[in-house]
């Protein structure tokens, strides 16, 4: 994958490092550390600080993680409705816990912060797609969208 | 000026001060730990909060300006209350091993600790479980033990312009990190050491090689040679609770004998000698056409930071060890020889004001006695525990002289522990050996002092030529992408990595402020003003190792020895 053509689109917009990383994210799913090197060379600043940046911001990775990533909401209202059990029913249906990804590279599980999606909980969210009040049952036909 | 009024008193303070500065004025102490009186402001660690007569918010005193008018309380209960659960929440993270501790007696954690009378702390101790990094001969880190002031990365940064050290992460789950959360070997950590200075805790600080001079002095069979370099002695006194450079040469001296070195040598004899023959490289390379500006190559943490940054440059630097290299070869040779003693029970010890200098003494390329030509390096912080440790009352121990061969050395020596030092001793030098001259007026004050860049020109016999000193590597890289540019107008270019130069070495007395460098500076000017002979050519025992050993500076002995080659670092991440 050219990351080096992503990263040079956004050479001089201010900030760009921010969208360079996300643009790069989107095709890798994770920040491989020639992308930061890559970075920091086309917007001028050390390693060290454009690691902080990737480091800082909780929707970048910069571990290997899976094709679709699969995020549950932990704040207190989808806790209150259930989302443990939306975890246990994603974690049998993909044979993975939590924090992890599936051997064929597909799926990633993670937690999140509150998505402002309260109205309809619990809540989880594939590759930023919000799925409100979501029941284990459900879970095999969402996972089965992105087979 | 602002009138304010600060727990009562009426001041008058100038203009854009904090209320820091401010209380400092008017003899009130406000506790403070991300603070630091030569960075910029930080304002994370919310330990120096006061009230502000209108304000709901306890402000930070190291941020908040002061305003005419303005009413501050330093010390109300709720203030003191305030600091104290800030200091408890800190110690919960922070391992309780203190009585372990290479900072013991010396961490601004533990005396804010006291100050703030803090005892049973409510909160649960919860230590974050990093694991150290010992990855480099110099340095260590230990990241459970940091409070993210990010002091450190400020020195790094922009004081060193070397980068090696950032933030990953954030909030809680933030921590000080080297390049791409590697460990510092694979940064670019040029070993400087300024980080360890600029750490108020025990996070960062040296790796110690005092057991194994201790095991040397143990065993009867070993012979503990030591070198001492000259910034060492101004600042040792601070060790050991004497003033800045009033520690006399001779005294100390024999304080390294109580502690069992069995004969005390002095690198200053091989910085007369670097004198010697980097003066006569330099001549070599304007006659001849070599690469110029030729730049000097004491300091290791500079020669480190040349490697990874500019390694298109390394012909540019002069093929001379450092001092402690030169002696290194030569007490295993030479001295060996002199001495009529076998130069494997040899063990050699340098004592330096400098932890780069660790990394230096174990480059492969340093065998060239035919052993490993410096053993161990000992900074003047570690000699200061050992003379702890021995329970030596300066006050009272007589003096002793320097031993013979290796021990001799002029004043052009003695100011290789300032920035501008080695310049000086060169033109000296330099001056006397180019046009025959008695040189009158040995001070050239032009490349003194405290300022960053420093320039000179010197007039030998028509042949003008430019100088330029430069100490911390920010200023040094100044003057490196100018020569990078081709528009370099310098003959000769010195550089020091640490701020001051040696006497500002990382392995110095802790100091967080620049003035502290300055008096040491000062002192080391006043041991040369006071030293008998004061050009490195008239060193009686230079001129004896040439007529018996070297025969001649830059001649075959001394290529064998005292000068050596560089390599790019092929840093993979800048
Ligand atoms: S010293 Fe003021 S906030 Fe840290
Ligand atoms: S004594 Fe404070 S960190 Fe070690």
Redesign the interface.
Known sequence: MDYKGIIAKYKDVSGGIIEAFHAVQKELSYLP?EV??EA?KIFNI????A??VA??YSYFS?EPRGKNIIRICESAPCHIAGAADVVAALERELGIMMGETTADGKFTLEYTECVGQCQATPVITVNGKPYAGVSPAQVSAILAEYK | MVNITINGMKASVPEGSTILQAAQQVGIYIPTLCYHPDQSVKANCRVCVCEVEGNRLLQAACAAPVFEGMVIKTNTPKVLEARKTIVELILANHPQDCLNCIRNGACELQTLAEDLIIRDNPFELMVRGFEKDLSTPSLFRDPDKCVLCRRCIEACSVIQSVNALGVEGRGSEAMVVPTLGKDLIDSPCVMCGQCIHACPVGAIGEIENIDQFLAAVADPDTIVVTQIAPAVRVAIAEEIGMATGELPMEVFVNGLRQIGFDHVLHTNFTADLTILEEGNELLKRVKEGGTLPMFTSCSPGWINFCETFYPDLLDNLSTCKSPQQMFGALVKTYWAEKMNIDPSKIFSVSIMPCVAKKFEADRPEMYDSGYKDVDIVLTTREIGRLFRQSGIDFSKLPASSFDSWMGAYTGAAVIFGASGGVMEAALRTVYEVVTGNTLEDVNFTGVRGFEGIKEATVDLNGLEVKVAVAHSLSNARKLMDQVRAGESPYHFIEIMACPGGCVGGGGQPITKRNQKRIERIDAIYLEDEAMPIRKSHENPEVKTIYEEFLHEPLGHKSHELLHTHYHDKHKKYL
């Not at chain 1, 050390?46 to 600080?49: D, F, G, I, L, T």
């Open positions: 550390e930061i090197v920091a050390p390693v060290a600080e690691y902080g480091t800082f910069v």
